[in-house]
């Protein structure tokens, strides 16, 4: 951990990186504002962060071999591996995690919203996983409730596993088969304890997942009767679905499913989480791919802290569509680099690993 007295702060200022403890306690969230002169200065005096500028971490080679792990487990599951193993593989991998989207929240998020290799459920999973990553942390769960959680998202739709021509089809389900769906959280459950998890909180989350405020979840429980852990999992999960593309519907893009879920979801979930989701990943989440003013295509390195709509990105092609060799960084605060239009996140497959390296070596500036 490294002291932030040597980093300048002044009132208004908002947070570039997560400022922590001298006992790793979060003391304050990526995007967040120092509220005034006097907190400056107690920031710089008690606060530290936890990556050194120009630390080399590669977190797209990372994220996807924990996604190709993940696969594995699950893929295991049908040799009901020993009790213990199943439960000890999914928390190191948690570990692992948490680690890498405390290092690099942004690398971690865009790796995922990029990944155009591993199954829906993987994926899914592990983007769920890495919000809940991120909102254990703003809400102060300690390290060993975030890691019951993290594996309770990366578990949460273990039931759906065997259904997969069903998720995948692409024609309307009937009743039975909508019935069939609905039943996977309760069969998760079960698959998790006879696969021998016994750690109540990831237990507990995992069979609220489907539970909204308002009650009208699967189970019908309420906001007073569901804990902070399935609260965030369940928005967690709902973002998380939005964002990838299904058989029967286009993905939706990152702003519309955060005002879908500000408009339409405040009586389900918990408006404090969605208020925090969106200053940590903002309009234009890492990984988006976005048409600049000057035709150039580009994708989001990170936000701005405090600004929701301006991020700053790698362009990788010129304004004719032709790749660039190395990716361009620009900001686009500058009113000739302004977006003028959300694209597909898969057209930045296009440049292969030379997106990776936007990231790679960047430390929290
Ligand atoms: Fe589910
Ligand atoms: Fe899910």
Not at 81 to 89: A, E, I, L, N
Not at 135 to 151: D, H, K, M, P
Not at 253 to 268: N, P, T, V
Request: one cysteine or more; glycine letters at 8%; proline letters at 4%.
């Amino acid at each position: 951990m490294i002291s932030m007295s040597a980093i300048p702060l002044v009132s208004g200022q908002r947070l570039a990186f997560d400022v922590f403890t001298h006992d790793e306690c979060l003391l304050l969230l990526r995007g967040s504002a120092i509220k005034s002169a006097e907190e400056a200065a107690r920031v710089q005096e008690s606060g530290y962060f936890k990556q050194p500028p120009g630390e080399r971490i590669n977190v797209f080679a990372a994220m996807s071999a924990l996604a190709d792990r993940l696969g594995h487990i699950y893929g295991d599951i049908r040799e009901r591996p020993g009790t213990g193993v199943f439960s000890k593989r999914v928390r190191s991998l948690a570990g692992e995690l948490i680690q890498l989207c405390d290092a690099d929240p942004d690398a971690s998020f865009a790796s995922i919203h990029l990944n155009n290799l591993h199954s829906y459920i993987a994926v899914h999973s592990m983007m769920a996983a890495v919000v809940c990553c991120r909102l254990g942390l703003a809400s102060g769960l300690n390290r060993e409730q975030r890691v019951s959680l993290v594996c309770a998202a990366l578990t949460h739709d273990l039931g759906l596993l065997d259904m997969v021509d069903l998720i995948n089809s692409k024609d309307m389900l009937s009743d039975l088969e909508m019935g069939r769906i609905r039943q996977h959280v309760e069969r998760g459950v079960q698959l998790l304890g006879s696969l021998g998890v016994t750690d109540m909180l990831w237990l507990s989350v995992v069979a609220d997942h489907h539970e909204f405020l308002d009650g009208s979840g699967y189970a019908g429980k309420r906001g007073e009767n569901l804990s902070i852990g399935a609260r965030i999992l369940a928005l967690a999960d709902a973002y998380s679905a939005m964002l990838r593309p299904r058989p029967y519907r286009d993905r939706l893009m990152a702003r519309r499913a955060l005002e879908a879920l500000y408009s339409d979801g405040l009586d389900r979930y918990d408006g404090h989480l969605i208020e925090t989701l969106i200053w940590d990943l903002g309009f234009y989440p890492p990984g988006s791919v976005l048409r600049l003013g000057t035709r150039e295509m580009a994708v989001v390195i990170r936000n701005s802290p405090g600004i929701l709509d301006s991020p700053n990105v790698a362009c990788f092609t010129d304004a004719l569509g032709r790749p660039l060799l190395t990716p361009v960084i620009r900001d686009t605060n500058d009113p000739e680099l302004c977006i003028i239009e959300v694209l597909d996140p898969a057209l930045a497959s296009r440049m292969g690993r030379q997106i990776e390296k936007c990231w790679n070596g960047r430390g929290p500036h």
